[in-house]
């Protein structure tokens, strides 16, 4: 568990003759509004938000020295001291899983070989990934891009890769657990008009379908990943509203699901949105392992990823080169790249168990696979 730390510059640094006991019950109340007001004083003061001087500072010498001394300890703690005692909570390590792979790949028109794909597999898995999205068993007339899923599969399992592959009904997880694969991904969208658009189905009805899929991968001890797809805005509905997605996971907690990725379908979340939703998922199912996913539309991707972290998330997922879009999604850009993802944490001292130098360059390589990506650079985009 990570360790939360408190330092209040006003007890720190005032001087009083009271001493520390009597500010007990001052820094339960305090320790009770930061809280409430977390993502304005922290996230908020991160992006420039806010900017006032701390007032309770005493302008001596000696209080300034307390201060500076209580600010260097807190940093030592991997914990960033905000003016007012606010901090910003940093965790040792987080899981970082690429779905370039599938995800990245789906949408690219112009066919990628599986010796291709084979290479930027081995890639990922040489920089030192846990676990890496890799296929989609969907019908080839869909996502013609997947069409040698099982093919993908066999090579994956002769690494002895944990991966994941996207089954969105039980036909794709019997053609899964025929190739063996040790974790399976279904999707829901949270908006209703989205899962008509995708799957032709309303969220109640697939969300229907979907419990024989759950029932059969546990059955067979197989690792189940649920989506919930445009958990905070959907491109043919606008916002998503946190009923709607509660609606998907909760149902996602009852069929079992061993972890829930929250999913910025169209990149269009913010920080403040992305700490709230995900602090509330979190007080509503303490139990439940959440990924947050994000897409770089807007270019927040980093700015929302650093919000879930403060809200406790610690897995997320990246596309090499930042490959992706849905191709239910109009206007949505690729996923956060997973380059990026480690070197901010890197820089942050929050370790990823990842190679950057061995991830930039398996991203060179998936960028060199990508006409979408090579055409924007072309076009100037």
Not at 19 to 31: E, I, M, W
Not at 94 to 118: A, M
């Amino acid at each position: 568990m990570d360790a939360i730390h408190w330092i209040d510059p006003h007890a720190a640094v005032s001087g009083t003759r009271k001493g520390c006991k009597s500010t007990q019950l001052y820094l339960l109340v305090r320790v009770w509004i930061s809280h409430q007001f977390f993502v304005l004083a922290n996230v908020g003061a991160y992006f420039g938000i806010l900017n006032e001087e701390h007032k309770g500072i005493e302008d001596s010498w000696c209080s300034r020295m307390r201060y500076n001394q209580h600010k260097r300890t807190a940093r030592e703690q991997g914990v960033w001291l905000h003016h007012g005692g606010i901090y910003m909570e940093f965790p040792q390590s987080v899981e970082l899983i690429d779905v370039g792979p599938r995800d990245g790949l789906q949408n690219e028109p112009i066919p990628i070989s599986l010796t291709q794909k084979k290479e930027l597999i081995l890639r990922l898995a040489q920089a030192g990934y846990k676990r890496i999205e890799t296929a989609s068993f969907v019908h080839p007339k869909w996502v013609p891009q997947m069409a040698d899923a099982e093919a993908v599969a066999e090579y994956c399992n002769e690494l002895g890769l944990t991966y994941l592959a996207l089954t969105p009904n039980e036909r794709g997880l019997e053609r899964a657990m025929a190739a063996q694969v040790p974790q399976v991904a279904v999707f829901i969208g949270a908006s209703s008009p989205f899962n008509q658009k995708n799957i032709n189905r309303t969220t109640d009805e697939a969300l229907h379908e979907v419990a024989s899929v759950f029932a059969k991968a546990k059955a067979n001890g197989v690792f189940v990943r649920g989506y919930v797809s445009t958990a905070f805005s959907c491109p043919y509905q606008g916002k998503v509203s946190f009923p709607e997605v509660q609606h998907v996971v909760d149902r996602f907690v009852q069929l079992g699901a061993d972890e829930i990725d929250i999913g910025d379908t169209d990149g269009h979340a913010n920080p403040r949105g992305v700490y709230e939703r995900f602090a509330r998922l979190q007080e509503l199912y303490p139990q439940t392992v959440f990924v947050a996913h994000f897409h770089d539309t807007w270019k927040m991707a980093l700015a929302n990823t650093l919000a879930a972290l403060q809200a406790g998330i610690r897995k997320f997922d990246g596309s090499v080169g930042g490959l992706g879009g849905c191709p239910y999604s109009p206007g949505a850009s690729g996923n956060v790249a997973t380059e990026d993802l480690v070197r901010m944490f890197t820089e942050m001292g929050v370790d990823t168990g990842l190679s950057l130098p061995a991830v930039k360059e398996a991203a060179q390589f998936a960028t060199s696979l990508s006409s979408r990506l090579n055409t924007c650079s072309a076009n100037g985009g």
